[in-house]
């Protein structure tokens, strides 16, 4: 069984910064894909950054100049690093993995992270 736990969120002032972690745990043989998605209240889900296991990563425009997204492989972990937040970056951040177990390839959720930006 694999499980994604994260950490980090809480409230901050705009401006402000935050560094989101989620580990993931179990049985695992590789991971390929990890990334960062975000809702917000009355809205759909939304991909906020994705990283590959080799380094290479992406961005939702919104969040490009701010939010830089980074691995340690060594401990199955993804960091998301939000810099100059603004009040619209206000929503539950969930975490995502591509995860390889002896079964199967699958994609893991974590429990999700409130992040609240406000003054």
């Known amino acids: 069984q694999v499980q994604l736990v994260e950490s980090g969120g809480g409230l901050v002032q705009p401006g402000g910064s935050l560094r989101l972690s989620c580990a993931a745990s179990?049985?695992?043989?590789?991971?390929?894909?990890m990334g960062w998605y975000r809702q917000a209240p009355g809205k759909q889900r939304e991909l906020v950054a994705v990283i590959v296991s080799g380094g290479g990563a992406n961005y939702a425009d919104s969040v490009k100049g701010r939010f830089t997204i980074s691995r340690d492989n060594t401990k199955n972990t993804v960091y998301l690093q939000m810099n100059s937040l603004k009040p619209e970056d206000t929503a539950v951040y969930y975490c995502?993995?591509?995860?390889?177990?002896?079964?199967?390839?699958?994609?893991?959720w974590g429990q999700g992270t409130q992040v609240t930006v406000s003054s």
């Open positions: 995502n993995a591509h995860i390889r177990t002896v079964q199967a390839i699958n994609g893991y």
């Open positions: 179990g049985s695992i043989f590789s991971i390929y894909a």
